[in-house]
């Protein structure tokens, strides 16, 4: 890619962002900041106790990844967030206007198979429904890709970096 872009790994939980997001990082040759480090005390705990977050909870959350990503304008950068609302995704672009966004996709039955064999992660599968039900999918004027979870991390960040490669095109 010609200008580094500032990409934020979206999906919901158990799509494998803190797993794709470094790899695509290390492709990218730029920074990864995992987006789970940004949320409050209290937002950990509301989901580690399987309460849904509400808007409320997430803007300041939003807003220090956007911050980050900001700071990052013209140098490059992935960083990971749910971003599973239009709403969401308005507020990151608002602190960081180029940002470009990798929705990673996938069935909710291998996300729910790939949630349960994860250890010391504070999500529980049982938000997974709520995840899925507030997921809208990247407009056709976002910038940005949707890319298949199917395969190895490694074939996941390389179909996510050959698409953001074509974005440039």
Do not use: C
């Not at 989901?47 to 490059?76: F, N, Q, V, Y």
């Not at 729910?112 to 056709?140: I, K, N, V, Y």
């Amino acid at each position: 890619m010609s200008t580094p872009h500032v990409v934020v790994v979206m999906g919901v939980a158990g799509t494998g962002k803190t797993t794709i997001g470094p790899l695509l990082a290390d492709r990218l040759g730029v920074p990864y900041a995992e987006g789970d480090d940004f949320h409050p005390p209290a937002n950990i705990a509301k989901m580690s106790a399987g309460t849904p977050l509400t808007d409320e909870d997430r803007w300041p959350w939003l807003d220090a990844i956007g911050a980050w990503a900001h700071g990052r304008a013209g140098l490059g950068g992935v960083v990971s967030s749910s971003a599973l609302k239009r709403s969401y995704r308005d507020r990151l672009r608002a602190e960081a206007p180029g940002v470009v966004f990798v929705h990673l996709t996938g069935d909710r039955a291998l996300i729910e198979d790939r949630m349960s064999h994860r250890e010391g992660h504070f999500m529980p599968t049982a938000l997974l429904d709520s995840q899925f039900a507030t997921l809208q999918p990247l407009g056709a004027d976002e910038a940005g890709v949707a890319v298949d979870v199917t395969g190895t991390p490694e074939e996941i960040s390389e179909r996510a970096f050959e698409a953001l490669g074509a974005l440039d095109q």
